[in-house]
Nanobody, 114 residues
Framework: QVQLVESGGGLVQAGGSLRLSCAASGMIFAFYDMGWYRQPPGKQRELVAI??????NYADSVKGRFTISRDNAKNTVYLQMNSLKPEDTAVYYCNARSRLHDYWGQGTQVTVSS
């Protein structure tokens, strides 16, 4: 049974930093593209960052502020978020995707106060 468990969310002031973690189990972690998505209040879920085959891609809104990384030995993907803005407030979800499977975590709330 595949599980993705996010942690590290919370309340932070604008300009602050948070580091999200997503621990995966029940899957061969290295075989999956790993991504972070977010869903702001009242809006649709959107891609934040993804790591695939050694490359990374970011939404324009977070480029230069967020960094995605993965540790295949620990089956964990991270999202380092710096210079946070109130508009970064959202539920952040971890995603694991292969050609055949698509898994989601339960989400972690990030709230940035102005």
């Amino acid at each position: 049974q595949v599980q993705l468990v996010e942690s590290g969310g919370g309340l932070v002031q604008a300009g602050g930093s948070l580091r999200l973690s997503c621990a995966a189990s029940g899957m061969i972690f290295a075989f999956y593209d790993m991504g972070w998505y977010r869903q702001p209040p009242g809006k649709q879920r959107e891609l934040v960052a993804i790591t695939s085959g050694g490359s990374t891609n970011y939404a324009d809104s977070v480029k230069g502020r967020f960094t995605i990384s993965r540790d295949n030995a620990k089956n964990t993907v991270y999202l380092q978020m710096n210079s946070l803005k109130p508009e970064d407030t959202a539920v952040y979800y971890c995603n694991a995707r292969s050609r055949l499977h698509d898994y989601w975590g339960q989400g972690t709330q990030v709230t940035v106060s102005s």
